[in-house]
């Protein structure tokens, strides 16, 4: 096993990858940006090397510093975590080049995988099934057309190079086509630099059900079952679950899904963790996404079904260890659902919310998991993701998963920020969510049909103009320091007074 | 003695004399029992007076002192003239609106840029630009104003 | 199921139940002393209803204030948590009378087994093993002198009534048999009011093994299988596992504990969960200990091994309900192991520490668990006992839940108050403890063997300088207000000033 | 500048010119980068001075000021006389030893209550009583002097 370790990235997945190093007496090497200097992640490292200004082209995503700082602090592997530079198949070649393990698959697995049509292409040669639609660009307009009305409308055209929902249009009508796709071709270019569209079956409300997979060097593949993240914000995941309420239900699907997987794995000659994700009809077809080449977000709410340490794996596998079980090793057992906590003001479109955390209460107890990344007094910076944290629950069923969250998010408060705390408790009190009603269209139906909060009960109205009152005294007898108020005896500090 | 609170904007009437238990537990959080029921309220102050949080829910309190007589009730702004500012600090990407445009509600006005989303800042309600002080490229701190509407 | 419960306790174990409630939906109502009107289950729950003054017997000990605070509440049921009065019958004789329901077994049941020489007549009739020794209180020397030679030296002189310790004697050789009866009857006797002591055989090193059992109302008994408790200072114990890594090593030694558990507790006509306490030798020989008829303080490695919510439970056989599942649907899965940290000074003959916390800071992350009843700011009182928060880890196997548990406790901060956070990661570090070479005389052994910690390597010191200069000069610089100290560069705060 | 420091009474000495990073992330709680690793110190005033703690372990901290000449090194407790004091706050139960007793090293003194527990202070060296304050009944506060010896 590896000595020492450098981790590539930052916040609350920094923070879990030192976690498990140090759970592994590995020696954690974390890099940071100007930023990020008092970050948690670097806090709890043995070790921590400065790699440039805020903004993360000038940091975590310099190949070339962080190559330096791991060669400075003779790390023997880089983990990249999530996002960055995690499915950068140069990044892992210049790994190599350096004499560095990369923590994930070959450069040559990330490449065949990494560009979404010739992933498409490689699953549908695996015998994987793909949404029907389009193998190369939709660069003439004609065979586009003949296209588009053999699939039917509607169709979905998609950035080749993309992700996020950038250079994405729903076409209803054959009319809307050649705008949709000019429109849709410009705007991948602008964020991709590559404005190559294809054309796509509209599936829907679907969901998004991805299956965990894991291959060690000796060509041993096997899934993990299932996780649905169909709670999605603006093509952002916000609430996932393993198992899926679906798939829960039809214990076939879970094997066909992961069989498909597994096929698309060995096509690619995958090894370490990855995800392959699917969109599921309410028939339970199912349809090959994409591939992530890494670890994913949400990883905690499948350790919590198998009970496999999946950055403990990543390391054993990538440190040359064959994997330590077989398929039908593989449990799942309860359910286990996470939400993202992130800084954004749900009350104000979701606008992004840095600065600095004033208060801070972190809930835990029974079956409560907390993946975080900040702490009381820290600035969350406007330069990265507003991810915060993740509350994770386990239950022995979904209903007791679901208590559970509700329970810890009312112990929970970040305050000096906005952030969509409140709004999951609303979430997970609604009944098509209790239902398992789900689909990616759950949120924006949700905040179209969302009412305003009652109006609270006239004793908690007193309640806070008692302690708004307590807090006034204070700060006037802080202020005045002389002469006593006479707030009434209900407002002695202290102990004991409660007389009713 | 008698205080008038004002809870968001409902005004409560506190009688010194009322029993119940407050205590402040953590600076700024206070555990109040009140008829047998347990409150735990975070107070902040915030640039437009006080601010209390329970349970996910804000709200805003004003205390007024029995006292000083010459503080009235604080006067709304002016509704005539909005400032649409900055919700965090970003960098300006677009600017969507020129001065002397007639917008409606939910028209965006300025896109800004801030922990890797764009967000698109729109008018809560019908009016006319009167000022934009927004630039693209520039950037902007939190409570900036970036566009007067009328 | 109730609607209304109230907590009859404090500390974590209030903290914990409060949360089960809020999880079931359940309104929670507290109460407290005075030294409590801000402790943390207060703070938590629905209602808080006051009990009178600090110490325990004025308040949390005080029957006729809890049930008034009940009915004042509504309060349809009492849980009385652990210690203070949850295993008096007359409590729970006294919540039938008033028309409340006790969360645990039936005050008959808790009569049955609450004296130590009855509840061992009753396992010895059940047919559970026992430690050879006198029925009767030792009273008449002569026949204390027979059984004493029958059993053969050293033996055990325990007083009837006691625990912790108290009124416990070693005798070696007959010579010293009779004062020791007597020094033993006196301290018994001041103790509890009662002198009568017993005589059992020594077993040499033992281990505490015991066995969780959950029944309910229509005499379905199951057990939960077994928890190792041998880690224990004075009888108190501090680390907890399940399983035992000498029981894992052995399936049938925890089918017939599980049975001999069972049979203890129909003979009771037990229902509701209780814990049977057994000392195992190093032939897998074991013997019934006693019985504890409530929750148990390391309830959760049980809970984490099972996946049951204990406390769940506990509400739901009272309310009425049949146990959920039956003995072959309980399975164990990985290890759970938990550490109870306490406001004590491990470098100063563990002398209790209560006072301030100044900084708290939490450990969570992967297979982490705090069961905490503290907060930054709090004063933990000296009246009651030094137990802030239990801390367990769960992993797949014995290895990994230490592994986390270290890592937890390396993120684990209380200033303020001396705790035993430093000694736990010695202890979780000793290769005996690592091997599972586990007895009750574990802890003195350590204790004896304990080496002083390494020096700190030098660059450590001039770390602690750095800090300490940098705090010097800010305290410096707030107190003058004017005129900066020239500390040299890399005393700037704030970011991007690493420039080695 | 040069600053000497004692850490459990050894002298650093810290040149202002070397290169670190030292950022106080909390209060009271510093981030020191040294040489490529990292740590996490947290400072305390004590009684005493200036305690530290790292990983659970504590240090004595003494900053000694380069300009301020008046101040030498502080002077060690006298070793000729010891006051045992409560480590916490308690009530006395018994006093085990009287003045003019010669006490060894393990020997009980004074047992106090605090936290459901009793509590043996033991003498950590041999010598004899030559005051007792401890009173059975008292209650005493943490740093209390109980017993003196010589």
Not at chain 1, 70 to 94: D, T
Not at chain 1, 212 to 237: F, M, P, T, W
Request: net charge neutral.
């Amino acid at each position: 096993m590896f000595a020492r370790v450098l981790v590539a990235n930052r916040g609350e997945i920094a923070v879990r990858i030192v976690r498990a190093l140090r759970e592994m007496k590995i020696r954690s090497i974390a890099v940071f940006s100007d930023a990020d200097r008092g970050a948690l992640h670097v806090r709890l490292a043995d070790e921590a090397e400065h790699i440039g200004p805020s903004p993360s082209g000038e940091s975590y995503l310099r190949v070339d510093r962080i190559l330096e700082a791991a060669k400075k602090h003779r790390a023997e592997a880089i983990h990249p975590g999530y996002g960055f530079l995690s499915e950068n198949a140069g990044f892992a070649a210049a790994c190599a080049e350096a004499g560095i393990v990369f923590i994930g698959p070959s450069p040559d697995s990330i490449r065949r995988l990494g560009s979404k049509t010739a992933a498409r292409m490689l699953a549908k040669q695996a015998g994987a099934p793909v949404v029907p639609g389009s193998e190369e660009p939709a660069t003439d307009i004609e065979r586009a057309r003949a296209l588009a009305r053999q699939i039917g409308y509607p169709v979905l055209l998609k950035a080749a190079a993309g992700g996020g929902g950038k250079g994405m249009r729903r076409v209803d009508v054959e009319g809307e086509l050649e705008a949709a796709i000019r429109d849709a071709s410009s705007e991948a270019e602008r964020a991709f630099q590559n404005g190559e569209v294809y054309i796509e079956k509209v599936i829907e409300k679907p969901r998004h059900i991805e299956i965990q997979i894991a291959g060690d060097h000796y060509g041993n593949l096997v899934h993990l079952g299932e996780r649905e993240c169909s709670l999605q914000r603006r093509h952002q995941k916000i609430i996932e679950e393993c198992p899926s309420p679906f798939v829960a239900k039809r214990p076939e699907m879970r094997a066909a899904m992961g069989e498909a997987a597994l096929k698309i794995a060995r096509a690619a000659a995958y090894d370490n963790l990855g995800t392959v994700e699917f969109l599921a009809d309410d028939q339970a077809n199912f349809y090959f996404l994409e591939v992530n080449t890494r670890l994913q977000v949400e990883h905690p709410v499948t350790e919590l079904v198998t009970g496999f340490d999946l950055v403990q794996l990543q390391l054993r596998i990538a440190a040359g260890q064959a994997l330590p079980f077989t398929q039908k090793d593989i449990a799942w057992r309860g359910w286990a659902m996470e939400c993202r906590v992130s800084a954004e003001d749900p009350e104000n479109q979701f606008f992004p919310s840095p600065g600095k955390i004033r208060q801070l209460r972190e809930p835990s107890g029974p079956g409560v998991r907390l993946d975080s990344g900040v702490y009381p007094g820290w600035t969350v910076p406007l330069d990265y993701d507003p991810l915060l944290a993740k509350l994770v629950a386990w239950g022995a069923e979904r209903n007791t998963a679901v208590q559970r969250l509700q329970r810890a998010l009312s112990e929970y408060v970040i305050s000096g920020i906005q952030t969509n705390i409140a709004f999951f408790r609303e979430i997970l009190d609604d009944p098509e969510f209790l239902a398992g009603s789900l689909s990616t269209e759950f949120v924006p139906d949700f905040l179209a049909r969302r009412k305003p909060l009652a109006e609270p009960a006239p004793q908690l109205d007193t309640a806070v103009a008692m302690a708004a009152l307590a807090h006034f005294q204070n700060a006037r007898e802080r202020a005045a320091s002389a002469g006593k108020a006479d707030a009434g005896r209900w407002l002695t500090e202290g102990r004991g007074q409660l007389l009713r | 003695m008698k205080w008038q609170v004002a809870v968001n904007g409902r005004s409560i009437e506190i009688d010194s004399e009322q029993l119940a238990s407050v205590t402040q537990v953590e600076p700024g959080v206070y555990s109040v029992l009140l008829d047998g029921a347990s409150y735990e309220i975070r107070l902040s102050e915030t640039s437009s007076g006080l601010s209390a949080e329970v349970g996910g829910r804000r709200f805003e309190v004003e205390v007024r002192d029995p006292r000083d007589t010459s503080r009235g009730t604080r006067t709304q702004l002016g509704s005539g003239r909005q400032n649409i500012a900055a919700p965090m600090p970003g960098k300006v990407v677009r600017v969507l609106v020129n001065v002397g445009d007639a917008v409606d509600v939910g028209q965006g006005l300025v896109v800004v840029e801030a922990m890797k989303m764009q967000n698109e800042m729109k008018a809560s309600r019908p009016g006319r630009v009167i000022e934009v002080r927004a630039l693209a490229g520039q950037t902007v701190g939190a409570g900036d104003t970036l566009v007067v509407l009328e």
